[in-house]
Nanobody, 124 residues
Framework: QVHLLESGGGLVQAGGSLSLSCAAS????????LAWFRQAPGKEREFVAS????????YYADSVKGRFTISRDDAKASVHLQMNRLESKDAAVYYC?????????????????WGQGTRVTVSS
C-alpha cells in the first residue's frame, strides 16, 4: 500500500494563493493515480482534482477549474495542488488520495488510500 502525508495548509486571504503538497511512501508512486478531495464542515467530501499515473491526464471539479492546478513529481513521490484566487468556499480540510483504478474517478469510495488532511482557511 501507499502512505500519504499532506502539508501546506494554512490561513490565506480571499484572492490569495496556497500550494498543497502530498508526499507518498510505500509502493512505487508511479503505480497510482493521485487526487485531491476536500471536506468543509457539515458537508460531504468532494472531489477537487486528479492526475493520472503518467501525469498526462488531469481532471478538475468545475468549481476549481482555471484556479487550481494539480501536478506530480514522481522523482520525489509527491503530488501538488496549486490554488490561486482562493475564495471563502474553498475553505476545507484537503485530502490527498490514491487509486489504481483511474484518474477520471471522482467519488471518494473509488480511492483506496488517504492522507490525514491539511486544513485551508480563507479569510474574507
Amino acid at each position: 500500500q501507499v502512505h500519504l502525508l499532506e502539508s501546506g495548509g494554512g490561513l490565506v486571504q480571499a484572492g490569495g494563493s496556497l500550494s498543497l503538497s502530498c508526499a507518498a511512501s510505500g509502493r512505487p508512486f508511479s503505480w497510482y493515480n493521485l487526487a485531491w478531495f476536500r471536506q468543509a464542515p457539515g458537508k460531504e467530501r468532494e472531489f477537487v482534482a486528479s492526475i493520472s499515473r503518467n501525469g498526462e491526464g488531469t481532471y478538475y471539479a468545475d468549481s476549481v477549474k482555471g484556479r487550481f492546478t494539480i501536478s506530480r513529481d514522481d522523482a520525489k513521490a509527491s503530488v501538488h495542488l496549486q490554488m490561486n484566487r482562493l475564495e471563502s468556499k474553498d475553505a476545507a480540510v484537503y485530502y490527498c488520495a490514491a487509486n489504481t483504478g483511474g484518474a477520471w474517478l471522482t467519488q471518494s469510495n473509488e480511492y483506496s488510500y488517504w492522507g490525514q488532511g491539511t486544513r485551508v482557511t480563507v479569510s474574507s
